[in-house]
């Protein structure tokens, strides 16, 4: 046959990458929702450098459950463009943190957060900036060894203080689904006599 659609040898770049997550249970403290926008930004920040990108602006969203309308609603975000494209986790959860408390009210319980990094390009042709104040070759090697620990250790097993480790934000998981296709533990097993 003909092939209608030709075949990728190499995966596209993403034009943006976004992290977001309903909270296990609605939240009103600033610093626990930080605490989340942090790790989406740290998320961000991983799959940027894993494509070999840098981004060029980041917007931080939060918002209540749109469904509980017995509740006070509200939903707003934030964009902010970078004053030189980065892929580094020190920046994008610094810039993160600063939308957020921009957007933030007190007095909703918020139900959803979320980053979204865009205008990525390549992180070879990052445009320096006569002003800007960040070590770019600093944060790169930081993040460079920072990943490679991760790897050898484990996901999150170095990580910004930013990022918390109580995780209040976090989806309920104790009902989830076994990965019977994905995770050697979760394989069923029959036993015969």
């Known amino acids: 046959g003909i092939p ?9 770049s993403k034009k943006a990458i976004c992290n977001a997550r309903s909270f296990g249970k609605m939240q009103t403290d600033l610093n626990v929702i930080s605490e989340a926008v942090s790790n989406f930004a740290s998320r961000c920040a991983y799959k940027l450098r894993k494509q070999k990108s840098v981004a060029n602006i980041i917007m931080v969203f939060v918002h209540t459950n749109q469904f509980r309308h017995d509740l006070k609603q509200y ?21 993160a943190n600063i939308a957020l408390k ?3 009210k007190e007095g909703y319980l918020y139900k959803k957060a979320g980053v979204i990094v865009s205008g990525i ?38 990580k910004l203080a930013a990022l918390g480790n109580k995780e209040q934000w976090k989806l309920r998981q104790e009902k989830l ?14 036993k015969t006599d």
């Open 177 to 190: 689904s076994p990965n019977y296709t994905t995770n050697w533990n979760d394989i069923i097993t029959v």
């Open 4 to 12: 209608c659609v030709e075949m990728e040898t190499e995966i596209p």
């Open 121 to 158: 390009i390549s992180q070879n042709i990052i445009q320096q900036s006569l002003f800007d104040s960040a070590n770019n070759e600093k944060h790169k090697n930081i993040m460079q060894t920072v990943d490679n620990l991760n790897s050898k250790l484990g996901k999150d097993a170095i």
């Open 102 to 104: 921009s957007i933030f």
């Open 75 to 95: 939903a707003c975000s934030r964009v902010i463009n970078l004053p030189v494209a980065t892929n580094s986790t020190i920046e994008l959860v610094h810039y």
